[in-house]
C-alpha cells in the first residue's frame, strides 16, 4: 500500500532527489544466481510473500514471438529500377517509382519492392506526410544491404513527417470504435487472459478488439495524480486477439494476459477497431536526411515557426502506425554526403504508435540534428503494445530508446546499445506499465524509471511493474553516477547489473508517494544471473508448453538448442578428450545448452549436417566464453565450396553474443555447420539456439 501522500505533490520532489541513495556494486560474488522473483520452475502468476512478481513478456515482437520474420514473403519481386525506373545514382528524384511498385505490389495482394544498390533520393509530394507510404497488407521493402542501398531524404521540410511510413489506408485508430463497445462486468486484475463482458454477441474468435478503461476523476485520484493529469490520457489500453469464446459465462478469452487492473469503476469495456496493416516490412537498406542549413536551433525553438527546429519538429525516419505482425530488420541511419556536419537524421528514428508485435531489430540509428523539447531526437520511440526491439544501438540521441502513454505495455528491448545520448532512455510519460528492459549496454547513458513533473498534461508517474533485467553498465552519463533509476508507482524491479558503471539508484524516503521503494537484487554481479535474458527464458518456456516447442520456426538445425537433453542430431570428434557435454548451467534461453571444457588441453569437434534444397543460407550461434582458446570458431563447410568460419576467437565473451555466417551459397544439396574449439586446460565455451535458415 500507498504511503500517506503529501498535500503537494511537487513540495516533495525536490527532498526525493536530495536522501535518495546510491547502492553501489557488491563485486564480490561470483557465483550463478536467480532471482528470488524467477526460480528454475517459474511460471507466469508466481509471487513472493510480499505479492510481487514478474509478468510474462515473452509475447513480444512479430507474430507474439512464435514465427521467425520472414525471409521469403508470399508474391512477386517488383524492382523499383527496372520495372518502375527509380533512379539509383540519386540524381533523379524516385519517390513516385518506388511508391508506384509499392502500390503495385499492394493490388496484387502483397510482393518484395526490390531497391538495388545505389542513391535513391526522395521526398514527401504535395501534401502527404511521408515520402515512402507502404499501406497494403504484405508488402515489404528490401534493398540490398544497410551498406550498398541508401534511401535519402531531400527535403527539410519535415514536420510531423516521415521518410517510410507504415499505415494501412483507412483508420484503425484504438480510441474510435467501429461497434458500440460492450461493458466488462467485473474488475480485471494483471495476469488474467479473461475478459467477463455484458455479452458475446457480435464478436468472433480471431477477431482482434481493445480492451481498455478511462483515465476517470478516480483513477486519476487513485494515483495521486488530482489536478495534474485528465482525461485526456484515454486510461490504461490493450490491444488483444480473441482466441476463445465462453457463451455461457459471457467471456471473452485474449491472446496476451492483460498488465494492469481494469476496473469497472473507470467504464472498462472492450470494442472492435478498424483493420491494421499487416505482415509489412523495412529491410536491409540505410536511410538519410539532408541536414537543415537554417538557424533556430534551441530548446523551446520547435514552436517558432520560421526556425530550423520548427521545420523538423517530429520528423521521423520510420513510423509504424496502427500496424500488426511487422517488421524493421537490418535498416540504419546514414550520413548523406551533402550533410556538411555529421548528421543522419533530422530529428526521430523510428517511431511505433498504436500497434503491437512489431520487432525491430539489427538496426543502428544515429546522429539527429534536433535534440530538443517538444519530443524530438528519440531514436526508437514506442507508443503501443507488446513490441519487441532487439539487438540494435542508438546513438547520439535526446533520448535512445524510450517509452510512453497509457497504450505502451508489455515491450521488451532487449540486447540493445546506446551511445551518449543528451538524456536518459526512459519511461517518458504517463504510466507505461509492464515493460522490460533486457540485456541492455549503456554507454554514457542510464535508465530511468521515475516521476517526471514535466509536461502540459504533467508526465508524473511514468511506469509500474516495469523490469531491468541484466544491465551493462560501461560508463555512466556525465554528472550521473547510476545505470539504473527506478522509482516507479506501486512497485518496479532492478534485477542484475554489471560492468564499470553498475550503481544502482532507488531508494526513497518513507513518505514518498513512489514507496514502498522497488525490488532490487544483483547489483554489480549480473554477470552470473541466471538465465542472461529474462525475455529469451520465458519465450522458451511458452513455447514448450504452449504448442510449438521450437523457438526458432524455419530453423533447419535439429535440437538447435539442445532442449532434447541432449546431443540428438549433433556429431562430435576429439583429440583424445572428450570435452564437451549437454547441461543446464546457464543456457541463454530454455533448459539447455551445449558446453565445451576440460581440465586437461583439448580438441573439440561438434557438428551437424543435413540435406537442404540448393540455395542461399545463414547460420549463427549464441555464445558465451571464458576465452583464452589457441582457436574457437564457427563454421560452414561440405557444402560445395570452400569452408567459411565466424571468428569467436580467444578473448572472453562475457554475455551471449550471437555469431553469424551469412549468405551461404549451397550449391550440392548439404551442409554442415559446427564448432572447432582448439583449447588450453579448463578453457570453457558455452553454446545454444544454432540456427540454419533459407534466405
Given amino acids: 500500500m500507498k504511503k500517506k501522500w503529501l498535500s503537494k505533490l511537487i513540495a516533495i520532489l525536490p527532498i526525493c532527489a536530495l536522501i535518495t541513495s546510491i547502492v553501489i556494486p557488491d563485486t564480490a560474488s561470483a557465483a550463478p544466481w536467480r532471482s528470488s522473483l524467477y526460480p528454475a520452475n517459474w511460471t507466469p502468476g508466481y509471487q513472493d510473500a510480499q505479492g510481487r512478481f514478474l509478468q510474462d513478456f515473452s509475447y513480444a515482437g512479430y507474430w507474439r514471438g512464435e514465427k ?16 518502375y525506373g527509380a533512379d539509383p545514382s540519386g540524381a533523379a528524384d524516385s519517390t513516385n517509382a518506388i511508391q508506384n511498385a509499392i502500390n503495385a505490389a499492394g493490388t496484387a495482394g502483397g510482393g518484395i519492392v526490390y531497391l538495388p544498390s545505389g542513391t535513391y533520393k526522395v521526398r514527401p509530394q504535395g501534401s502527404s506526410n511521408s515520402a515512402i507510404w507502404i499501406n497494403r497488407n504484405n508488402v515489404v521493402l528490401r534493398g540490398a544491404g544497410k551498406s550498398s542501398t541508401f534511401i535519402f531524404n531531400d527535403s527539410t521540410s519535415m514536420r510531423d513527417k516521415a521518410v517510410v511510413r507504415v499505415a494501412p489506408i483507412n483508420s484503425a485508430d484504438w480510441f474510435s470504435p467501429t461497434n458500440t463497445p460492450t461493458s466488462i462486468r467485473s474488475d480485471i486484475q494483471p495476469l488474467s487472459t479473461r475478459i467477463p463482458v455484458s455479452s458475446v454477441s457480435g464478436y468472433n474468435v480471431n477477431e482482434f478488439i481493445i480492451v481498455r478503461a478511462d483515465a476517470s476523476d478516480a483513477f486519476i485520484a487513485e494515483h495521486r495524480m488530482s489536478g495534474l493529469w485528465n482525461s485526456s490520457l484515454r486510461g490504461q489500453t490493450f490491444n488483444r486477439q480473441i482466441v476463445g469464446i465462453e457463451a455461457s459465462t459471457n467471456t471473452l478469452i485474449v491472446d496476451i494476459p492483460i498488465r494492469y487492473t481494469l476496473k469497472t469503476r473507470d467504464n472498462a469495456r472492450v470494442y472492435k477497431i478498424g483493420q491494421a496493416i499487416t505482415e509489412a516490412g523495412i529491410e536491409n537498406l540505410s536511410i538519410g536526411m539532408r541536414q537543415h542549413t537554417g538557424s533556430g536551433w534551441g530548446d523551446t525553438d520547435f514552436n517558432r515557426s520560421g526556425t530550423g527546429a520548427y521545420d523538423v519538429h517530429a520528423s521521423k525516419a520510420v513510423t509504424f502506425s496502427h500496424a500488426r505482425n511487422s517488421w524493421m530488420d537490418n ?43 517538444g519530443g524530438n531526437g528519440y531514436l526508437y520511440h514506442v507508443q503501443g503494445g507488446d513490441n519487441l526491439i532487439q539487438n540494435s544501438a542508438a546513438t547520439n540521441a535526446r533520448h535512445s530508446f524510450t517509452m510512453s502513454s497509457m497504450w505502451t505495455n508489455g515491450n521488451v528491448f532487449f540486447n540493445n546499445t546506446s551511445n551518449y545520448p543528451r538524456l536518459a532512455s526512459d519511461f517518458h510519460m504517463h504510466l507505461s506499465v509492464a515493460n522490460l528492459f533486457d540485456s541492455m549496454k549503456m554507454n554514457g547513458d542510464y535508465l530511468e524509471a521515475v516521476y517526471r513533473p514535466y509536461g502540459t498534461v504533467q508526465h508524473g508517474w511514468t511506469t509500474s511493474q516495469s523490469v531491468f533485467w541484466n544491465t551493462t553498465g560501461n560508463a555512466y552519463q556525465s554528472g550521473q553516477s547510476a545505470i539504473v533509476k527506478s522509482r516507479q508507482w506501486g512497485q518496479g524491479y532492478v534485477i542484475g547489473t554489471r560492468g564499470s558503471a553498475s550503481a544502482v539508484e532507488y531508494s526513497v524516503p518513507a513518505n514518498d508517494p513512489s514507496a514502498p521503494q522497488d525490488f532490487v537484487e544483483g547489483v554489480g554481479t549480473a554477470a552470473d544471473l541466471m538465465p542472461q535474458s529474462l525475455y529469451l527464458d520465458q519465450k522458451a518456456k511458452r513455447l514448450a508448453g504452449g504448442g510449438n516447442p521450437n523457438p526458432n520456426p524455419g530453423n533447419l538445425l535439429r535440437n538447435a538448442g ?17 570435452a564437451q557435454k549437454v547441461d543446464t548451467d546457464n543456457p541463454m534461453e530454455g533448459t539447455y545448452k551445449l558446453t565445451h571444457w576440460a581440465s586437461v588441453a583439448y580438441q573439440q569437434l561438434t557438428y551437424q549436417q543435413v540435406n537442404v534444397p540448393n540455395g542461399t543460407y545463414s547460420a549463427s550461434v549464441w555464445v558465451r566464453s571464458g576465452g583464452g582458446q589457441n582457436t574457437l570458431r564457427m563454421f560452414a563447410r561440405n557444402y560445395g565450396a570452400a569452408e567459411r568460419t565466424a571468428e569467436i576467437g580467444s578473448n572472453p565473451v562475457t554475455g551471449y553474443t550471437k555469431y553469424t555466417i551469412d549468405n551461404i551459397a549451397v550449391t550440392n544439396g548439404q551442409i554442415e555447420i559446427g564448432i572447432w574449439n582448439d583449447a588450453n586446460a579448463n578453457n570453457w565455451a558455452a553454446f545454444d539456439n544454432f540456427e540454419l535458415v533459407k534466405k
Wanted: negative net charge; charged residues 10%.
Fill in 331 to 373: 535498416v540504419n541511419s546514414y550520413r548523406p554526403s551533402s550533410n556538411g556536419s555529421d548528421i543522419h537524421l533530422l530529428s526521430h528514428g523510428v517511431v511505433i504508435n498504436q500497434s503491437r508485435s512489431i520487432t525491430i531489430q539489427n538496426s543502428h540509428l544515429q546522429k539527429p540534428q534536433y535534440r530538443g523539447e
Fill in 68 to 83: 521467425n520474420i520472414p525471409t521469403n514473403p508470399p508474391g512477386a519481386t517488383y524492382n523499383a529500377v527496372t520495372q
Fill in 562 to 578: 539442445f532442449e532434447e537433453g541432449n546431443l540428438n542430431g549433433w556429431t562430435e570428434w576429439n583429440g583424445g578428450t572428450l
